[in-house]
Structure formats: structure tokens, C-alpha cells
């Protein structure tokens, strides 16, 4: 037996950062999956990807960290199964990695529904417990908002301390990802938000509190289509981010080549290179591609209803 798990990877519409201390962050699932398919072998852990084609013996091998985060979730699930064979994991993703669109956080909680599907149903708060664990393998402080969205999809407002509210809206959001090829690691990213913390309080305790107005005002933008209100908040969340040492010159340059033509953009992620989005109608993309650097990619996508699913094959 086949189990089958798929993901969609996110962007984030404000409050990152803001929301490892404290604060509310806004996310959307987006039309990029990752695709793992588990079953079971009688010995060794076999984990193939585009990135990686490794074989163990057995789940106390933790010496190789690009599939440290998946070990752990599988070590987890075979430990409440007592089971002790073998598995083939097959991750397919067309996500790109390092730049804020949630790739190993969709790898995380697709490889724990799957694997979890093996063995009987699993429910949503257990898959993105078990994601979260994963990840904290790579990244400590993680907020839990990238596994949350990943595994729940739509759009979500989320509290590292209170969970999630789902925002209702049918309408498609119409945006352009503009990765600026530099991967970023989030977890120094965060780090370097944490001195900027520690040695700016009284900016940063403002920020946050900007920060939630904001998130407020979105909110009611999304569920309202206001466009015009949604690019303001993203422009603005996009000042905050620089102000705490998240952008850089070329997330700068970019910002404002597309902010004429757009109603908005901003940074998706940590930050620090990675993807920007840009709210933009779809009249005006082909322009705005074509005067954009072709060292930078440019790509469209839209919002995704649909969290994590799991299908079974004989
Ligand atoms: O860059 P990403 O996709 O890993 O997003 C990180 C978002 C942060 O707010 C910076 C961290 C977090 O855990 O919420």
C-alpha cells in the first residue's frame, strides 16, 4: 500500500517576524504543492528527492541534516506504532527552497500525513504537531504559522498562543512572486530580529503594536476585496520589515520598481533576500515582468482553498 500526502506551500500577507514575539500574523496557502508518497519496506529508511537520495539503516542515524526534520516525524509515528521495518518516502515538490514560500514546511507536514496515513486517519492537529516538531529540528523558534497554513490551507490569522481563525473570502487573490534568487535562512533571520529586539525596545514594542493595527485593517480588507486597503497594509508591513533589518538593497530596488504598477508588495518570509509578492492586477503582469531583471524570476500564482490531503493506493 501507497500513501499518498499533498501540501500546498504559503505566503505570508503581514505579521511575520511580528509573530514569533507576540503579535498576529495573516497567511494564504498558495498554488505550489509538495507531493510525498510513503510505504512501507521490510528494513532501511530510503528518502528521495530532488535535493536528496539518501539511504540509513535506521532512524538513529541523525547525521544527515537535510532530512533531519523528516527522521524525527517518522521516528515519532513509528514510535507510537511500535513499528520497527523500513520505509520509502518519495518527496516531489515544485515549491522553491530557502525563499519564503514555505517548502519545508509543506515537505514537514506533507511527510508526516503520509507517513501517518500508513498506518490508519490522522487528524489535521496532529499532522501539524507532528510537522512542527520536524521543523524545530532546523529551526527552534519557529511560530507553528507555516506548518498551521500548510496543513489547514485558505487564509488564516494566527497566534502562536491562542491558534488559529480561518478568513472566509471565495474571492482569488491575483499575486506576482518575485524571488530574487538569494535563499535565506530563517532561523538566523529570526536570530538577527531578536538582537535588533533586544537592542531597539521601545521601536520594536511599537512596531508590534503597529504591527497589530494592521493586521486588524487587513482582516477587514480581505474579507471586504478591497484591494486598494490590502496593498496599503502590505506596503506599510513592508516599511516595518525594513525597519527591522529584514530587507536588503535589492529587496529595496524591487520594492520600489513595482510599487507604480501594483496596489502593494512586500516581502513573504524571513526575509533577507527570498521572494517578494506583489498585488498586482492581471492586465498589468506581462508589463511589469518585462521590465523586471531577468536574473530575478518572476512567477504567478493565486490563492489555495485546500490544506494537506491524503490519499491511499493498493
Ligand atoms: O521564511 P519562512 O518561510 O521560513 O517564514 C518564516 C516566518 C517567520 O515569521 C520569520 C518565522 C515564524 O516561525 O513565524
Same mark, same amino acid.
Given at each position: 500500500m501507497k500513501s499518498i500526502a499533498s501540501a500546498p506551500g504559503k505566503i505570508i500577507l503581514a505579521g511575520e517576524h511580528f509573530v514569533v514575539h507576540g503579535t498576529k500574523s495573516i497567511l494564504c496557502s498558495i498554488n505550489m504543492r509538495v507531493n510525498v508518497t510513503a510505504e512501507f519496506m521490510s528494513k532501511k529508511i530510503i528518502i528521495t528527492s530532488d535535493i536528496c537520495n539518501v539511504i540509513i539503516d535506521d532512524l538513529s542515524d541523525n547525521t544527515i541534516n537535510i532530512i533531519r526534520p523528516f527522521i524525527c516525524i517518522i521516528k515519532k509515528i513509528f514510535n507510537k506504532y511500535n513499528y520497527v521495518g523500513g520505509i520509502k518516502i518519495i518527496i516531489k515538490s515544485d515549491i522553491p527552497v530557502g525563499v519564503g514560500l514555505g517548502s519545508s514546511s509543506a515537505c514537514c507536514v506533507a511527510v508526516a500525513a503520509s507517513v501517518s496515513g500508513l498506518f490508519g486517519k490522522i487528524t489535521k492537529k496532529c499532522i501539524v504537531e507532528l510537522a512542527k516538531e520536524g521543523e524545530k529540528t532546523i529551526f527552534e523558534n519557529t511560530s507553528g504559522a507555516d506548518c498551521t497554513i500548510c496543513t489547514y490551507g485558505g487564509i488564516i490569522e494566527y497566534d502562536k498562543k491562542f491558534g488559529f481563525k480561518k478568513i472566509n473570502t471565495n474571492k482569488k487573490i491575483n499575486l506576482l512572486v518575485i524571488n530574487s534568487m538569494t535563499r535565506h535562512s530563517t532561523d538566523l533571520t529570526v536570530k538577527k530580529v531578536m538582537k535588533f529586539k533586544h537592542d531597539n525596545k521601545k521601536h520594536f514594542d511599537l512596531l508590534c503594536k503597529k504591527e497589530l493595527l494592521?493586521?486588524?485593517?487587513?482582516?477587514?480588507? =480581505? +474579507?471586504?476585496?478591497?484591494?486598494?486597503?490590502?496593498?496599503?497594509?502590505?506596503?506599510?508591513?513592508?516599511?516595518y520589515l525594513r525597519q527591522i533589518g529584514v530587507s536588503n538593497k535589492t529587496i529595496d530596488n524591487l520594492i520600489r520598481q513595482v510599487n507604480y504598477i501594483s496596489?502593494?508588495?512586500?516581502?513573504?518570509?524571513?526575509?533577507?533576500?527570498?521572494?517578494?509578492?506583489? =498585488? +498586482?492586477?492581471?492586465?498589468?503582469?506581462d508589463k511589469l515582468i518585462n521590465s523586471i531583471n531577468e536574473n530575478y524570476k518572476c512567477f504567478q500564482i493565486e490563492n489555495e482553498r485546500h490544506g494537506v490531503t491524503v490519499n491511499k493506493q493498493n
Open positions: 494592521l493586521i486588524k485593517k487587513l482582516k477587514h480588507s =480581505l +474579507i471586504n476585496n478591497n484591494l486598494n486597503s490590502i496593498g496599503t497594509q502590505m506596503k506599510k508591513n513592508q516599511e496596489y502593494g508588495a512586500k516581502i513573504t518570509g524571513a526575509g533577507d533576500g527570498g521572494c517578494i509578492i506583489v =498585488l +498586482i492586477d492581471k492586465q498589468n503582469e
